[in-house]
């Protein structure tokens, strides 16, 4: 497997690359923000998120806590925030794009009328 990410590893690829995966996620330390894999190197995922050091606590407690408080563990404020601010601007970026299209179909309406209007006056 060559540097790919493991977001993008197909389905029907995964059986023939399963000891490149497994060496990436034997020891992970960071942790994809869009689909919640994790691997020991941040160039394997598409939005990676170092993970905080993990602190051995007794057993009975890790059963008692539960997968959303760990999630929030690993995510922290200023990620989370980040990647909000980055859906918003990819939000306004796509808003601007649909405005520059209807514009320029404008435009080249306008200069068909105007066409019109000359051939009309003359």
Known sequence: M???RLCKIDRREIRHT???IHHLVSAPKYLCLSCARSANHP???CKP???PSVVHEPI???KTQTFLSAMMQVLDKKA???FRKQ???KKARKQIKKLMKQQKKLR???GKIQKRLEKINC
């Open 18 to 20: 399963l000891g490149d």
């Open 80 to 82: 989370l925030k980040q």
């Open 43 to 45: 160039s394997s995922l």
């Open 60 to 62: 009975v407690q890790k």
């Open 2 to 4: 060559s540097k790919q």
């Open 49 to 51: 998120v170092e993970m």
């Open 87 to 89: 859906q918003k601007d």
């Open 108 to 110: 080249k309406e306008s």
